[in-house]
């Protein structure tokens, strides 16, 4: 399955329901931050559910990797209260 970063900026007035929304598909790492394994058909439904939710001047970009076994995970700082596994 794909490990998928997800990274969302949008109006003020619409960031509490892009964070429910990608709560449904992803676990939520930091601020507008999102990470986790997705299966190729829920992929597709992120990316056209997220593309429906968008407005002028918002955006999403996603992250796919086919594994992570080539990738390390560096938290700076804090780390994230709902730290998952590495990336």
């Known amino acids: 399955m794909p490990y998928v970063i997800a ?6 007035t619409r ?3 892009a964070l429910r929304f ?3 598909y992803l676990r939520h790492v930091q601020n507008s931050v999102f990470e986790g394994e997705l ?5 597709a439904e992120l990316r056209h559910a997220a593309d ?3 407005c002028d001047a918002d955006s999403v970009i996603l992250y796919e990797m086919r594994t992570t076994a080539y990738s390390t ?3 700076l700082g804090a780390a994230p209260a709902e730290a998952g596994p590495f990336v």
Do not use: I, M, T
Not at 7 to 12: E, G, I, M
Not at 39 to 43: E, F, H
């Open 15 to 17: 960031n509490a329901r």
């Open 52 to 54: 429906a939710l968008l």
């Open 73 to 75: 995970r560096h938290v």
């Open 39 to 43: 299966s190729p058909a829920q992929l």
């Open 22 to 24: 990608f709560r449904r």
């Open 7 to 12: 990274v969302y900026d949008v109006a003020v």
